[in-house]
Nanobody, 125 residues
């Protein structure tokens, strides 16, 4: 599985960005697709994730009500719509895929098999 993330950039606080992640290769409807983010010196942090098919996305408390996960199963694309951005949302954002995840492992980056290259999101205050 190959993942290609895009859509990052510089935005003012309160603004919006939409990230995209294209998956290719051998994907499965039972795979989990998630977004993580990381700032230098900190651990990679779960943002939002969902299986390709079925179930509602789960979000980190820090982004609930502001970030929306969506997917296009036919195109093997997942998206992260980020609204009301804050300076603390500044990070490199990664999409990730995991094939053997259970619900309790969704937020653990160690459980994911494949990662995109990351896209920088910078929110200026």
């Amino acid at each position: 599985v190959q993942l290609q993330a895009s859509g990052g950039g510089l935005v003012q606080a309160g603004g919006s960005l939409r990230l995209s992640c294209a998956a290719s290769g051998r994907t499965s409807s039972s795979d989990v697709m998630s977004w993580f983010r990381q700032v230098p010196g900190k651990e990679r942090e779960f943002v939002v994730g969902s299986r390709w098919l079925g179930g509602s996305p789960r979000s980190a408390d820090s982004v609930k009500g502001r970030f929306t996960f969506s997917r296009d199963n036919a195109k093997k694309m997942v998206y992260l719509q980020m609204n009301s951005l804050k300076s603390e949302d500044t990070a490199v954002y990664y999409c990730a895929s995991g094939s053997r995840l259970i619900a309790s492992s969704l937020m653990d980056p160690e459980k994911y098999d494949y990662w995109g290259q990351g896209t920088q999101v910078t929110v200026s205050s």
